[in-house]
């Protein structure tokens, strides 16, 4: 009688029977009769959810064999989802000149350097690459703090933007003017 070696393995907090079948084994064309199995070539692993009817299923088509079940459980780590957001497709009119690129550039990296957190960057960016954007033909450094209120009470007004967006925006550009352009207290609301 051939043997059939499985484990339990944990992805996601959700339960799987775990196999290591090669590809030129007998037993890979009958892993492919299982209802629910899965391929995990990152795991090199056939995985069936450690459901009733999959168990029945399993057991029915490797009824011929001997299952030895390993007492180790394998948590096996998936990769971030990949990102389905659609790709925008921005025109040259979109596109910022070099000197708002650079002043980017040196946000991130004071951004890094700081230890702000990778969503705070993400925030931080965002707002002041749209601020930028609506500076187009304006170097970051010849603004005023006018126009810095002018452009946070047209996003109030036009964008209906949250108080949390709001600081947000402020809280962006204060850090972009005294951490990376060390201007003292630049802004104040």
């Known amino acids: 009688m051939n043997t059939i070696n ?3 393995a944990i992805i996601n907090e959700q339960i799987f029977i775990a ?3 090669a590809k030129d084994s007998p037993e890979y064309d009958l892993i492919k009769q299982v209802k629910g199995r ?14 009733v009817d999959n168990w029945k299923s399993f057991k029915t088509v490797f009824g011929n064999y001997r299952i030895m079940i390993s007492e180790t459980n394998q948590r096996i780590r ?23 690129i650079n002043a980017i550039h040196k946000m991130t990296k004071q951004l890094i350097i700081q ?9 931080y960016l965002s707002s002041f690459t749209e601020f930028l954007t609506y500076f ?38 204060k850090f972009y003017y005294e951490k990376v352009k060390l201007r003292p207290k630049f802004f104040s609301v």
């Open 6 to 8: 499985i484990a339990k």
């Open 19 to 21: 196999l290591n079948i």
């Open 38 to 51: 899965k391929c995990r070539s990152d795991a090199k692993l056939w995985l069936v959810p450690n459901e």
């Open 78 to 100: 998936t990769q971030k989802p990949v990102n389905k957001t659609p790709v925008k497709i921005i025109s040259k009119s979109e596109v910022l000149p070099g000197y708002h």
């Open 115 to 123: 230890k702000y957190s990778p969503n705070t960057r993400k925030n």
């Open 136 to 173: 187009r033909d304006r170097e970051p450094d010849t603004l005023t703090e006018q126009e810095f209120r002018k452009y946070i009470l047209l996003k109030i007004e036009n964008d209906s933007i949250s108080e949390s967006t709001q600081n947000n925006i402020i809280n962006a550009l």
